[in-house]
């Protein structure tokens, strides 16, 4: 089987990177210690069941399951710590169908109550989930480090743009001295072209302490597919490699709200070329 899929990767190098199946080869991402996944606030408008199907369709593996997303038409619930056992089942059961795990999850609320944010940890783990995206602030980062440690959970600071409390890379970096490295940074890399940042300079600076990264290209001010914007995204990619990141990448495409799952597939498509390149 193996054999298979390297030969359908090497075949499709002469083309567009892509499966017999039609998925994106994540051959190279996988070398690099990457998984892609969708943010599922992308499609937010429909059900966290809605934003899997979306995510399969575009021939990604991996979702980011954001704080009060309805579950499903037929279930009241929403996603996040105080899911009922049987929610949680329906979930997983969900999940497995579909061939997409649930890696990562945010932008969510934790805090220095350590029994409080315990609870999203709990339910963190028990979804599988290997990376947590927060706004915490300093006064809760010795809870949280104790926690990440525990769970073997990261937890990556978001800079949502101007004037969040972390749009800057700057005050990342000062929040982050002599902070548990398993807290680090969430790097948005569109929000930063919102605040008017070059994201490739502001991973520079992050060196060493991103966890995670909200990925994105714009261009007129919105998200369009990777490597047709201002963002640069290969250079962007090739920083991350040069760096030794290992984690998740979640692509968050906030326009064309009812066709981006269409969109975020040629992203996957791009993604795959580039990260092909980059792990030979």
Request: glycine share 8%; aromatic share 8%; charged share 30%.
């Amino acid at each position: 089987m193996k054999k298979a899929l390297v030969l359908a990767c090497v075949i499709a190098m002469s083309g567009s990177v892509m499966w017999a199946d039609d998925k994106p080869c994540m051959d190279g991402a996988e070398k690099l210690g990457w998984k892609l996944a969708v943010q599922a606030w992308s499609f937010h408008r429909g059900t966290f069941f809605e934003a899997v199907d979306k995510t399969a369709a575009a021939g990604i593996s991996y979702i980011e399951a954001f704080p009060g997303q309805k579950i499903d038409k037929d279930i009241d619930g929403k996603m996040g710590p105080g899911m009922s056992a049987d929610q949680i089942k329906a979930v997983k059961d969900k999940l497995a169908a579909s061939k997409v795990k649930v890696v990562a999850f945010g932008v969510c609320g934790l805090s220095k109550d350590e029994a409080a944010s315990r609870k999203t940890f709990e339910w963190c783990k028990e979804m599988g989930i290997e990376v947590i995206n927060t706004e915490a602030k300093e006064d809760a980062f010795p809870a949280l480090a104790k926690l990440a440690k525990e769970f073997d959970i990261k937890v990556g600071l978001h800079n949502h743009p101007k004037p969040s409390y972390y749009w800057n890379p700057d005050k990342v970096l000062e929040a982050l001295k002599g902070v548990d490295p398993m807290i680090g940074s969430n790097a948005d890399t569109g929000h930063w072209v919102r605040s008017k940042l070059n994201p490739l300079e502001c991973l520079k600076k992050l060196e060493g302490r991103i966890v995670s990264s909200h990925f994105k290209d714009l261009k007129g001010g919105h998200d369009v597919v990777w490597g047709t914007g201002d963002s640069d995204a290969k250079a962007l990619l090739a920083e991350l490699k040069r760096q030794g990141f290992k984690g998740v990448i979640s692509a968050e495409y906030e326009h064309n709200w009812e066709k981006n799952h269409e969109d975020i597939a040629q992203c996957a498509k791009a993604f795959a070329a580039i990260t092909m390149e980059l792990a030979k």
